[in-house]
């Protein structure tokens, strides 16, 4: 268990719909990622949020948001659904140490099935 | 990924052999991450590696970071069933910056 937890483990929705995918981090870890994983691009950097703001983003769709809340866990809003986006969406947490660098740790992940 | 490169795309073993998985970047590495992955499941982190010549290990698993090649290697030794699964690398390109891109990923068998 990386203490990244995810919910929920699986959705199936329809065409055109919108999702919410929410994501709490390891404890004390500031830093949160969401990656999308599908068959035909493999894993891929969605956006990064640190400690509430939005740090990096990746390779988003402008139908997908997100955000971090003042509690640290996290958002990710996928809007007007395509059949595409179908996929593993995952969230990841790190913390920075001196002797162990960033370590990042992943959640299990969130089915989605857009139908 | 094209930045990052994995091989073998797929490896099958028998149980006790030896095995190496390599991951080769065209930029410069700022950080070096290895995870293993069962199908449809969560990533699970194995080794983080920053510095050219960084070697680590845990268990039966090595990883080591050349620099000057850009690329890293992960190594089994004596295979067991339950190393199966996906391998997968993930660099950051960037000092400061911790978002990964990750190789295509290699699948792992080891026959019993």
């Known amino acids: 268990d990386s203490g990244v937890t995810q919910t929920p483990k699986h959705l199936i929705t329809a065409t055109g719909q919108r999702v919410t995918l929410r994501c709490s981090p390891r404890?004390?870890?500031?830093?949160v990622y969401w990656y999308q994983q599908s068959l035909d691009q493999g894993l891929q950097f969605l956006i990064q949020?640190?400690?509430?703001?939005?740090?990096a983003k990746g390779n988003i769709l402008e139908r997908f948001s997100a955000q971090q809340f003042p509690d640290l866990h996290s958002e990710l809003n996928l809007s007007s659904l395509e059949l595409g986006d179908s996929a593993l969406y995952f969230c990841?947490?790190?913390?920075?140490?001196?002797?162990?660098?960033?370590?990042?740790?992943f959640g299990e992940g969130s089915w989605l099935t857009v139908v | 990924s094209q930045e990052l490169e994995q091989s073998p795309q797929s490896l099958i073993v028998q149980e006790g052999k030896n095995l190496t998985i390599n991951c080769t970047s065209s930029?410069?590495?700022?950080?070096l991450y290895w995870y293993k992955q069962k199908y449809g499941e969560g990533l699970i982190f194995l080794m983080m590696?920053?510095?050219?010549?960084e070697e680590k290990s845990h268990e039966k698993i090595t990883a080591k970071l050349d620099e000057k090649k850009q690329q890293s290697s992960l190594h089994i030794t004596a295979s067991q069933p339950s190393h199966a699964g996906i391998y997968l690398c993930?660099?950051?390109?960037?000092?400061?910056?911790?978002?990964?891109?990750f190789g295509s990923g290699t699948q792992l068998t080891v026959l019993p």
């Open positions: 990841a947490s790190s913390v920075f140490d001196r002797v162990g660098g960033n370590t990042i740790y």
């Open positions: 404890s004390g870890d500031l830093s």
């Open positions: 949020y640190y400690n509430g703001e939005e740090r």
């Open positions: 930029k410069t590495l700022y950080g």
């Open positions: 590696l920053q510095k050219g010549g």
């Open positions: 993930g660099a950051a390109f960037s000092g400061s910056a911790r978002q990964l891109t």
